[in-house]
């Protein structure tokens, strides 16, 4: 591996450290309140629309990623 490749590596790691990605399942409301919270704290980067599960299920899933710093 070349020094350059390094550098690359490492700055990829550091980059992908700063953020925590969660796929979150439960139903409408729950997820709003979690969403709500997240986005007051400054964490919230980024959160998909809500997918339902379906079948029967009428809980919904959703992405979120959250800054860890």
Do not use: C
């Amino acid at each position: 591996m070349t020094t350059r490749e390094r550098a690359y590596a490492k700055a990829n790691n550091q980059r992908a450290a700063q953020f925590t990605e969660l796929w979150v399942i439960g139903r409408p409301e729950d997820i709003a309140a979690m969403i709500r919270v997240a986005g007051m704290s400054g964490r919230l980067v980024y959160v998909s629309s809500p997918t339902p599960m379906g079948g029967d299920d009428t809980r919904h899933r959703r992405y979120l990623r959250l800054r860890t710093t």
